[in-house]
């Protein structure tokens, strides 16, 4: 049996002995050298799997953990992305956030996340920094609520991508083609027959709303077509409930285009108990493509936005700049949206 001393000279030690266990241990017990362990923890290639395999459970049976702030020193890089988000419940930004987790672990990175719970400036300076001093390679932002870049604060070498609107052309980017978008779905209800078409908008402090909401009428106007007065509108199905029964009001409506599908939802319901039918008094197209719009009814057609697409893109966008030694100008990722028609829209009625 070794004696206390005989361990501390260099024999194999168990998880439950004395003292945290060491490269070298990992080293003995493994009949391997010291380097060798060094490139299996940082995950290096040129080594045989047979030995990587031998070093892993070495590692395992002692219980050792690589001191990853001494890795991260001698390389250059935490391995970690910041994700800084606004209401992660959300399901854009909750999709947008499962595609940054997806790429970051592909590319063997870690993410640390911040929620500004409020959309107040402050809150979003407080949240920048609290990530902007961990131990971070770069900074996603995903929205940043009603603050605009003078309020991120970042330190001028921090590699940030982003996919918040407001944002958008500060940074390097990756976003939706919204514009674009609204002119599919307005487009669409045009050549139906639709004589207008009316809105239900997102928050007034969102800019993909503006964005939205700005496009529709200017479509509108180049057809020819006044823009009837758009309804204050949010991004939840009541806010849509409540439009729908201030719009289901008025038999002239036939067509509405919602800022996202939660409000085309809630309005299509408020639709039906006012006696409305969809698509065939009133088309209703939304926005986003969330998946339950497909199971809906009638099933909804909108503008399908590639939100996990906008994740994956937003950790390239930090990789290229960690890559390069820091941040190389504001490059934008524009992703293509598709229109996607289903049973919401139909033919304009025929006046009766």
Do not use: K
């Not at 395992?60 to 994700?83: D, E, M």
């Amino acid at each position: 049996m070794a004696t206390g001393g005989e361990a501390r000279r260099g024999g194999p030690r168990g998880p439950a002995a004395a003292g945290a266990p060491s490269l070298a241990d990992v080293a003995r017990l493994a009949g391997v050298s010291s380097q060798t362990v060094s490139r299996v923890s940082s995950g290096a290639t040129n080594v045989r799997p047979e030995t990587r395999e031998r070093v892993l459970q070495a590692m395992n049976q002692l219980g050792y953990s690589p001191n990853r702030a001494a890795q991260a020193l001698r390389r250059g890089s935490f391995r970690t992305i910041g994700v800084l988000t606004q209401q992660i419940q959300r399901t854009g930004e909750a999709l947008t956030t499962a595609g940054v987790l997806e790429a970051a672990s592909a590319a063997d990175y870690s993410v640390s996340l911040a929620q500004v719970a409020h959309p107040e400036s402050e809150d979003l300076s407080r949240a920048t920094y609290r990530l902007t001093h961990q131990a971070i390679d770069g900074l996603v932002v995903v929205q940043s609520g009603q603050a605009g870049p003078a309020h991120l604060s970042l330190p001028p070498s921090m590699p940030v991508a982003v996919s918040d609107s407001a944002l958008v052309g500060h940074y390097p980017s990756a976003s939706a083609d919204q514009v674009q978008g609204v002119r599919d779905a307005v487009g669409h209800l045009l050549a139906l027959g639709h004589r207008t078409i009316h809105h239900v908008t997102g928050p007034p402090g969102s800019q993909s709303a503006l964005i939205r909401r700005a496009t529709w009428a200017r479509c509108l106007q180049e057809a020819g077509i006044a823009p009837p007065e758009p309804v204050p509108g949010d991004w939840d199905p009541a806010a849509g409930y409540r439009a729908g029964l201030r719009l289901a009001r008025d038999p002239e409506v036939s067509a509405v285009l919602c800022a996202n599908d939660e409000i085309a939802l809630g309005l299509i319901r408020a639709m039906h108990e006012q006696g409305r039918r969809v698509p065939e008094d009133v088309s209703v197209v939304g926005f986003d493509g969330l998946a339950l719009g497909e199971f809906s009814f009638p099933p909804l057609t909108t503008v399908r936005l590639d939100f996990r697409q906008h994740g994956r893109a937003m950790v390239e966008l930090i990789l290229e700049q960690v890559a390069a030694g820091g941040p190389q100008g504001a490059r934008s990722v524009v992703i293509p949206t598709e229109m996607v028609i289903r049973a919401s829209t139909a033919p304009a009625p025929r006046p009766g």
